[in-house]
């Protein structure tokens, strides 16, 4: 972001015609305020207030919100928290309001006096509301995996706790338990969150909430010298404050806002022309911090043609995101900075080509094009015909730009991508097609939140390299759902950047910024100041290019950055003057903010500093979560550690600890073995879970070849793209991000009818972009990718909930299942082997035994030959243990089901052809058996019949109980039926039901057995 602060107030006014403003959002605003209680059912936001204190270059928001349960029972109740961008929650707590609701009364706010006096540290919170809720819980920030393993299993104690965790950029995934029947609650929440940069001045956007009751807004701004205050409405300011130091005010005091019920979509501040501004922060347990923006003036020299990182480039290839999560507002920003791209650069830029992508890729062509109008106006015309649905594979992007079609690097992504491009007729296709180019710049237009496919942005970066792509370039727009710390790697990685693009003014400047030579950074320093950190830790740095850079210690009167660059192996030195000192408690969190990105982003290497870093600065994120319990016993119980980590924090300078990452793992980072290996080490500690193993696995494990972890899927061959071929209410859902499951799975079972699985698959997707981190609904995809045939695209969606959800061991058996598939035998037997040798909740009842009838038929497969492995001796030695496990050596029919939701009981039954029937409380019948009964969630359940008898064999699945905690979160059972299980002629069906509610019997499918042969399956 750009050097500024707020200054001197003045009276707001109108907005100046022409001026340069932020992006306008139709859809994914942040402060959504629904609370679920099911796929569909809602309870009531009655109201919401916002305090809002503006120091600097950031926003401190506190959020109360009063829901009523106008219900007769207790649910669990689940918000996704969709933050503005660059957002850091800080505080969570719940409690049960102590103001009686009846009816639709209005909720009492704090007054504007009140308002003013409220503190916004965590102490101040909860001692200011003490007179307005009771049974008050405050949340801990503690690690990802034992957060959710002990927030389920209270649940299941029907204990009060809450979770936040995080989902995505800018989205977080809250849930709180009990919403108390005919009651109300007070929800509490604070994030921290930095301006954005626009035309020279500072813009702070409160996005108002739809469907609440009332909504208050409370806004302060401490105003700098030099710089005028506008509000949006316009509201006039009360007297400024007199400055304080909890209340920092540095020539102009701290002028007051408020927005009573206010009408409109947003709430906007607008700082005019700010002067630079530093927060600082002392008095600190762990020291003196501080935290700036700026904007260094970098000597502008063009690079030719291409950038410095690929030097004779003339050619441009875009990858532009058609995900949910660009519908409608994210497209219109990328269609409009392609054009000025590739109109503001045919002098370097001289050919080009488009890979659209969400869940697959296609490309505009089938080969690189000429730069010109009637091949930008044949692009235009076929992006508007697009469908923007679906999840972003992200990582399968960035291997197809490694080898476009038309090119020597092209491989299968490229053949498949061009199979659904524009075609290569027309003016562009006909006439200006072009000689393949030996190098090629890629400009990334998507928010780069990858939520499908590969996660690790280290493994997606080795796509690129030692290949033919020169520099990508990404663009943060401003708008919820970023993910600048993905955008930053890979620009870093690169030798690229990422530029701001945060409004229409803007587009012209970004669409050229790349042309600038870029100066190698060597090192930094700040007067009075240690412990620099700098925002994505750039190589790089462009001219205009805004950077966050933040410390300790208070930087001297005067201070400035001191950024050295080497130029043409002579080192140059750039002094940007930080400005005005700000003292503010979100110096600190900046600080650690950025610390705790950074040292996440080297994981599991740095764990244990991200971990106590995010605990002691409050930082959940991809390691820590707020976890809420009912006292400090629950935390003991699950082994949560809530002490102290000042200790910690004051010897261990975040700078030092992620140089000494660094050189710890040089060359290895996004190595596919190391990360796995690191993953499956610190397992039992983040599970939770003993593990035993066979002896000597583990050596067994660092024996296979590096090429045994990479899992690539395939790209997806779908038919239909354009948008006119999708029905109207599914048009509508999509734009309105409103994302009924029931409507998207209809959707789904008519693709796969009439276009195929990939088509299928697509149209589910769109739930995941929309709940990414959602579990349960994870979980449901991956079943139906696998069932489909799509076995890797289910392997990573399974691989993100083992990641968030280790303790759950139904997941290893799905990726053993998945991987097996594929045939990748040495990575499935890993996670077949981590399915057997965990120490499970006795909830999951015969899991290992059926686990293992899944591992043998590998293992069997590997001892005929049908199967490879470069573990073979293992495979050999494992056979016999795990068939005496399984206890079966063959059976005529074998029914195992899985079902993908928590707390649910449902029931295999088995109706044999002479009437018995085999379940939970008639196990064993004259013909088979059927295994533990599994009444908490997910199965498996198994029947095994060894001789099975002529005749038709009914397979149901009773619905007995669900979640009582929701409404109507779909369940979905998952049924394989193997028959002639250990012969020659095995054979496998499954099948996928979606159980109804009120339903207590659901048919799975009907066996018609014959004499000695295979059942047919119906």
Avoid at 156 to 172: K, N, T, Y
């Amino acid at each position: 972001m750009a050097p500024a602060a707020p200054s001197e107030a003045a009276p707001s006014s109108a907005r100046v015609a022409g001026e340069a403003e932020t992006w306008k959002r139709s859809q994914l605003r942040a402060h959504a305020a629904r609370i679920r209680i099911g796929d569909s059912e809602e309870i009531p936001v009655r109201s919401m207030q916002a305090k809002v204190t503006v120091d600097g270059t950031m926003a401190r928001v506190v959020l109360d919100l009063l829901v009523h349960n106008d219900r007769d029972h207790a649910y669990e109740g689940t918000f996704q928290l969709r933050l503005p961008e660059g957002a850091s929650p800080y505080y969570f707590a719940f409690g049960e309001s102590v103001l009686a609701v009846a009816g639709d009364a209005p909720q009492a706010f704090f007054t504007a006096e009140q308002s003013r006096a409220l503190g916004s540290e965590p102490t101040q919170i909860f001692s200011a509301r003490t007179q307005l809720w009771r049974g008050v819980k405050e949340a801990h920030v503690v690690p990802r995996e034992l957060a959710q393993r002990a927030y389920a299993d209270t649940v299941r104690r029907a204990v009060d706790p809450a979770l936040v965790e995080w989902a995505g950029p800018s989205i977080f995934n809250a849930r709180v338990f009990p919403l108390t029947p005919n009651r109300s609650h007070r929800i509490v929440v604070g994030y921290d969150v930095p301006l954005t940069a626009i035309g020279g001045d500072l813009q702070y956007t409160f996005d108002l909430p739809e469907k609440v009751g009332r909504t208050v807004v409370d806004v302060a701004v401490t105003a700098a010298r030099g710089a005028a205050v506008e509000t949006t409405p316009a509201s006039p300011a009360s007297p400024a404050s007199p400055a304080s130091p909890a209340s920092p005010a540095a020539g102009g005091g701290t002028r007051h806002y408020r927005f009573d019920a206010p009408t409109g979509p947003e709430v906007g501040v607008r700082i005019r022309m700010p002067s630079a501004t530093y927060l600082t922060a002392t008095g600190e347990r762990t020291g003196s911090f501080f935290a700036a923006d700026v904007a260094p003036s970098l000597p502008v020299t063009s690079a030719s043609p291409g950038s410095s990182a690929s030097p004779g480039s003339s050619a441009a290839l875009f990858l532009v995101d058609t995900s949910l999560s660009s519908n409608p507002d994210r497209f219109n920003i990328w269609l409009k900075l392609m054009e000025a791209i590739l109109k503001r650069n045919r002098d370097t830029l001289r050919e080009f080509n488009v890979a659209f992508f969400n869940i697959e890729q296609s490309f505009f062509k089938p080969g690189f094009v000429s730069n010109t109008d009637e091949a930008l106006a044949e692009l235009r015309a076929h992006a508007n015909t697009l469908s923007l649905e679906g999840a972003t594979d992200l990582g399968a992007a960035l291997r197809a730009a490694a080898a476009p079609p038309g090119t020597g690097a092209a491989g299968a992504a490229g053949a498949a991508g061009a199979a659904g491009a524009a075609g290569a007729t027309g003016a562009a296709g006909a006439a200006g097609a072009t000689g393949a180019p030996q190098r090629w710049e890629v400009f990334l237009l998507s928010d780069g939140a990858s939520t499908w496919g590969e996660a690790d942005g280290h493994v997606l970066s080795r796509f690129l390299k030692a290949g033919p792509v020169g520099a990508v370039y990404g663009y943060q727009t401003g708008l919820p759902g970023t993910d600048n710390d993905m955008l930053a790697l890979l620009a870093r990685e690169t030798g690229g950047a990422v530029f701001s693009v945060t409004g229409d003014a803007e587009v012209q400047a970004a669409a050229t910024a790349h042309r600038a030579q870029p100066l190698r950074l060597t090192g930094m320093k700040v007067e009075g100041g240690r412990d620099l950190l700098l925002g994505g830790r750039p190589r790089f740095v462009y001219p205009g290019q805004r950077l966050r850079v933040a410390g300790r210690g208070v930087p001297a009167e005067g201070a400035a950055l001191e950024l050295s660059f080497d130029v043409n192996g002579a080192t140059r030195v750039v002094r940007t003057p930080l400005g005005q000192a700000i003292p503010s408690p979100l110096a600190t969190r900046g600080y650690g903010v950025l610390a705790v990105g950074q040292l996440e982003e080297l994981a599991p290497v740095t764990e244990q500093g991200a971990r106590k870093f995010a605990t002691h600065f409050r930082v959940p994120g991809k390691t820590c979560s707020l976890l809420m319990l009912e006292s400090q016993e629950d935390y003991d119980r699950f082994a949560i550690e809530t002490g102290d980590d000042t200790a910690f924090v004051q010897s261990n300078e975040a700078s030092a600890l992620i140089g000494a990452a660094l050189a710890a793992v040089e060359g290895a980072l996004g190595d596919p073995k190391r990360a796995f290996l690191q993953w499956f080490d610190r397992l039992p500690r983040a599970s939770g879970v003993t593990f035993t193993f066979p002896q000597g696995f583990r050596k067994w494990v660092e024996a296979m070849p590096s090429a045994s972890f990479t899992v690539k899927a395939p790209p997806l061959a779908v038919k239909r793209r354009d948008r006119a071929a999708t029905p109207k209410a599914v048009q509508d859902a999509l734009a309105r991000h409103a994302m009924d499951y029931d409507l998207f799975a209809g959707e789904a079972e008519r693709r796969l009818r009439e276009a195929g699985p990939a088509d299928a698959l697509k149209a589910l997707s769109a739930l995941v972009e929309e709940s990414p981190g959602d579990a349960v609904l994870a979980r449901d995809v991956g079943i139906s990718a696998m069932t489909w045939g799509l076995a890797a695209d289910a392997y990573h969606l399974f691989r993100r909930v083992a990641e968030a959800r280790p303790h759950e061991p139904q997941t290893y058996r799905a990726l053993g299942q998945s991987l097996a598939r594929l045939g990748l035998n040495d990575l499935a037997l890993v996670y077949f082997e981590v399915g057997l040798a965990g120490a499970w909740d006795a909830r999951f009842g015969d899991f290992r035994r059926i686990l293992a009838m899944d591992y043998l038929d590998l293992l069997r497969r590997i001892q005929d030959g049908k199967a490879a492995t470069s573990v073979a001796p293992l495979a050999r030695a494992r056979a016999v243990d795990v068939e005496r496990q399984v206890g079966i050596g063959r059976a005529d029919v074998v029914v195992m089901i899985t079902w993908n939701t928590d707390a649910t009981d449902v029931d295999l039954h088995v109706i044999e052809p002479d009437g018995s029937e085999c379940f939970y409380g008639h196990r064993v019948t004259d013909t088979g058996s059927i295994t533990q009964d599994v009444t908490q969630g997910y199965g498996p359940e198994m029947y095994v019949a060894p001789r099975a008898p002529t005749g038709s064999y009914q397979v149901r699945a009773r619905y007995y109980a669900d979640d009582q905690n929701r409404t109507s979160t779909r369940t979905k059972v998952h049924a394989v039926i193997i028959e002639d299980y250990g012969t020659p002629a095995q054979r496998r069906t499954e099948r996928i039901v979606t159980l109804e509610r009120g339903k207590d019997m659901h048919g799975l499918v009907t066996l018609a057995r014959k004499e000695r042969k295979a059942a047919v399956a119906r």
